[in-house]
Every structure is written in C-alpha cells, then in structure tokens.
C-alpha cells in the first residue's frame, strides 16, 4: 500500500520552461512533506520542504504548492537548467514517523 | 553542518561473498539510522531502522538474516548484505533519522 504516488515516471521538459512534478499521498496525518533530488550513483538530496500549515513553500527557482484537501502537492521549478535533470523524490512525515517515498520522477530538461 | 558519510561507494564482489557498507556520522550522533535500497526503475525502498544498542526493524519482505545490520555506537551503523547474489545488486544508502543521506554504495555482484 503505497502511502506518497508520484504517478508520472518520467518528464521532459525545454531548457527555461517550467517543470511540474506532481505527489499524491493518502495518509491525512501527513504534517511535513519533502522533496529530494538524486543524480545516478549518488544519495539523494533535500531540496525543498513544506509543513501542512502552509500551501506554499518558495526558494528561488523552486516552489512546493501543498493541497491539503486533496492530498496533493507539486513541485514547481521554473525556468528549468539543464542541471536540474535528476529523479525527483517527494516524501511524507507523520510525526516522528519514517517519511515514505513516492517512487520518483525522472526529470529531463532538454537544452 | 551534519556530514554523513557511507563507506565504500562502489563495490563489486563475487557471488557467495559478503560485503559490509558503513555509514558513519562524522560531526553528530545518530540514535536511529534507515537503510534504504534503490531499486531499478528508480524507487527508493526503506529495508529496516536500525536503533543504536538494540535489534533492527526490517520492513516486510526484506530479509534480516540476508542484510544484517549493526548500529553498535552512535556514530556507526552497517550493513552486511551476506552471500551475495546477483539479485542484489543495487544501490544502497543509509540516513540517520533527522539528517540527510548518505552518498551512497553501489554494489554489484558478479
């Protein structure tokens, strides 16, 4: 029973477009919620956080939007590099609950 | 800032063998360390908490006499994938609860 989705495997995007990547979760007790970015053959990365008392996180090119209703978040990074070209991991926590992982998307930003 | 660092980060070994990976925090102490394994397809899969001084939890289907894990100090916890089979070639990688991942150990059996 897979707790956080990341539903779209893969993404490509055109260098300086916005990349939206998108995490479903089904545990409402969720109260923190994470994404990481991974290159290959490396551990992966925090990137950006967002508590359940806010809708929106922004840090520069990246902002988390969090839909409490409906259980979604979306991880926006707008203008898209070349080097932002990773997996993206969203992940949940519930307290001091181990955070579950979606299991990925792989974003491409094409030059 | 906290420095995680997961020995080796690549190894490749014969089948039967076994091979230990080692995640050491550098500047802190990590109480509980998660193991997790990456499997193709890139998703991330939590195999078990480990509690310093105390018996691992491992998460369903994954088998603690295969990956046995120590968390014997504070600053250390292992994983010793025992007789190694080319199923288990995979990406390995450690985090102490509270702080970021390790870097990593990619270990492929021949």
């Known amino acids: 029973d897979q707790q956080v989705k990341q539903n779209s495997p893969s993404l490509s995007v055109q260098e300086g477009r916005i990349s939206i990547l998108n995490c479903d979760y089904t545990?409402?007790?969720?109260?923190?919620f994470l994404w990481y970015k991974k290159y290959p053959a490396e551990g992966p990365t925090f990137l950006i956080s967002i508590s359940s008392i806010k809708d929106k996180n922004e840090d520069g090119r990246f902002t988390v939007f969090l839909n409490k209703s409906a259980k979604h978040l979306s991880l926006h990074i707008v203008p898209s590099q070349p080097g932002d070209s990773a997996v993206y991991f969203c992940?949940?926590?519930?307290?001091?609950?181990?955070?579950?992982f979606g299991k990925g998307t792989k974003l491409s930003v094409i030059p | 800032g906290a420095v995680v660092s997961q020995h080796p980060s690549w190894v490749i070994c014969k089948s039967g063998t076994s091979v230990k990976i080692e995640c050491r925090s550098l500047?802190?102490?990590?109480?509980?360390m998660f193991w997790y394994r990456q499997f193709p397809k890139q998703s991330l899969m939590l195999m078990a908490t480990s509690n310093e001084g105390s018996k691992a939890t491992y998460e369903q289907g994954v088998e603690k006499d295969k990956f046995l894990i120590n968390h014997a100090s504070l600053t250390l916890s292992t994983l010793t994938v025992t007789s190694a089979h080319p199923e288990d070639s995979s990406f390995y990688i450690c985090?102490?609860?509270?702080?970021?991942f390790g870097s990593g150990t990619r270990l492929t059996v021949v």
């Open positions: 545990n409402s007790m969720f109260d923190y």
């Open positions: 992940a949940a926590r519930a307290g001091s609950y181990q955070l579950p």
């Open positions: 985090r102490p609860h509270g702080y970021t």
């Open positions: 500047d802190f102490q990590a109480t509980t």
